[in-house]
């Protein structure tokens, strides 16, 4: 199946900027969802469509996307935004079939 | 508020049947526009998609799982369900249920999980 491709890890400073991203053929034709994951925890939706939040979730998350690339950015990060960040979307290579990005670890200094 | 919880036995043995029951409560199982998915994620790794299922009975799956896995609904209790067979170690993981919605608008197509369960975990034992 086709990947979607995010960096192992990331650090931020509290308080500062910090860009997640999500590398796949089929973000070219369709938007990413985004879900945050704490450790013992089921994901959280955090950024769906062309960058919508649930209503829960503050407006420091942003989602974005370029070429073959989603991103998610968190400008101003806070302490509790220390978790695991998934990527998701179509796989290209099969017909109807979703996949998962392999997952960023976020770590806010 | 839609809210999701699995069940399911907690140990079963390897070349045998893992079967896990969704029930939604909070809203319509029912309504148009949502899908039934299953994800799973073996421990300390990522998640994976197992497949979907719409009110209709129509299913799609994960092409790496797809001879093993069956997905079904049962509208009268307000549940999905998942069958994999012939499970080995590397099924062992929690295995979470999750509504998606999906539609077009004006940007293009939109589709996402707004709920998901607490997860079950499952280990399959020799």
């Keep these: 199946s086709s990947e979607l491709t995010q960096d192992p890890t990331v650090s931020v400073a509290l308080g500062q900027t910090v860009r997640v991203t999500c590398q796949g053929d089929s973000l070219r034709n369709y938007y990413a969802s985004w879900y945050q994951q704490r450790p013992g925890q089921a994901p959280v939706l955090v950024i769906y469509g062309k960058n919508k939040r649930p209503s829960e979730i503050p407006d420091r998350f942003s989602g974005s996307r370029s070429g073959n690339t989603a991103t998610l950015?968190?400008?101003g990060a806070q302490a509790e935004d220390e978790a695991d960040y998934y990527?998701?979307?179509w796989d290209s290579s099969v017909n109807r079939a979703y996949v998962f990005g392999t997952g960023t670890q976020v770590t806010v200094l | 508020q839609v809210q999701l919880q699995e069940s399911g036995p907690g140990l079963v043995k390897a070349s045998q049947t893992l079967s896990l029951t969704c029930v939604v409560s909070g809203d319509s199982f029912t309504s148009g526009g949502y899908y039934w998915n299953w994800i799973r994620q073996p421990a300390g790794k990522g998640l994976e998609w197992i497949g979907r299922v719409y009110i209709n009975g129509n299913t799609n799956y994960n092409p790496s799982l797809k001879s093993r896995v069956t997905l079904s609904l049962d509208t009268s209790k307000n549940q999905f369900s998942?069958?994999?067979?012939?499970?080995?170690a590397a099924d062992t993981a929690v295995y979470y249920c999750a509504r998606e919605i999906e539609y077009y608008d004006n940007t293009g197509?939109?589709?996402?999980?707004?709920?998901?369960?607490?997860?079950?975990?499952?280990?399959v034992t020799s």
């Design chain 1, 73 to 75: 950015t968190i400008t």
């Design chain 1, 87 to 89: 990527c998701h979307s």
């Design chain 2, 82 to 88: 998942l069958r994999l067979t012939s499970v080995t």
């Design chain 2, 109 to 123: 197509y939109v589709s996402y999980y707004d709920s998901w369960g607490r997860g079950a975990l499952v280990t």
